[in-house]
């Protein structure tokens, strides 16, 4: 979906209110189901009636274009609009999780010969291709008219909030990640050898220790790379910290509090796990 923004007014470093780059990630998969008060069978079947075998369209509202010809043609046109029209909601994809959604005429969903949809628009020789008028939607970008219209809205903040918080820490571990390892001091050789004496002290490991030993120097890189990444992340935090102002468009991580154990490892328990033993369940 386009995103407008004024000319006049467009987001800079300081401002805080939207995120300087442009979103890409799609809302859907962001989506909180828990929002939901029924499931997506329970709603489609809320067009039943009593005591008759047909189904018809369960009303609401969805996030459509108002131009049909490019909304289907190229939906992320930047000179598209879109808006909260009403619908009929006809149809539920278990496989895509999408919804079909046919636009409303004077609050009526008809064919093109001016007949009402029943039963999704499905017939005995099959589904009718698409028409103009309906369209595949995500359930946050549909509401239902039976719903509270109030808890739709947080599902949609929730679900923008979580994108904007992912695309940031993307853009994070991306920063981290393009730094430059020149200059840094690297891991130890002497503390890659105590990790690769404890890791072949593993009596699984011994037996397969010719195959262990082939991948070893492409573990040891690996570690290195982790180290050096470890080392630039850690200044670039600090950098982004001291400097709030200057790098306000950077979202760092949550910190996670480390969990203390309530006892320490004993030496004897330490000695069983290195020789592969465990630790005793009595």
Sequence with gaps: MPRHYDPDNMPTIKDKKDLLFPIYLPLKIFDNEDYDCR?????????????SHDRKPVPGKALLPTDDVFGHEDPKNPKLIYQWIDVGVLDYDKETKLYLVHKTDNGMVRNEEGRPILNGGITPEGRAPLLPCQ????RVCLLFL????????????SADNLRKKTQALLLYHLYV???????????????????????????????EEKRILDCMCCLEKEVRLDYERTMNKINF???????????????????????????GMGHSEAVGIQHGY????L
């Excluded at 489609?44 to 005591?51: H, N, R, W």
Aim: charged share 30%; net charge negative; glycine share 4%.
């Design 135 to 138: 369209y595949w939607v995500p």
């Design 237 to 263: 935090d600090r950098i982004v910290t001291s400097k709030p102002e200057m790098f306000s468009y950077v979202t760092l991580p949550d910190k996670e509090e480390e969990k203390v154990p309530e006892k």
């Design 278 to 281: 465990g630790t005793s369940c």
């Design 177 to 207: 990640d393009c730094m430059p390892t020149d200059g840094l001091n690297s891991i130890s050789e002497k503390s890659l050898q105590e990790m690769s004496l404890l890791a072949m002290h593993i009596p699984k490991l011994r037996k």
């Design 39 to 51: 499931t997506p069978e329970e709603w489609i079947s809320l067009g039943l009636e009593p005591g």
């Design 146 to 157: 039976a719903e509270d219209p109030r808890v739709f809205a947080q599902r949609v903040v």
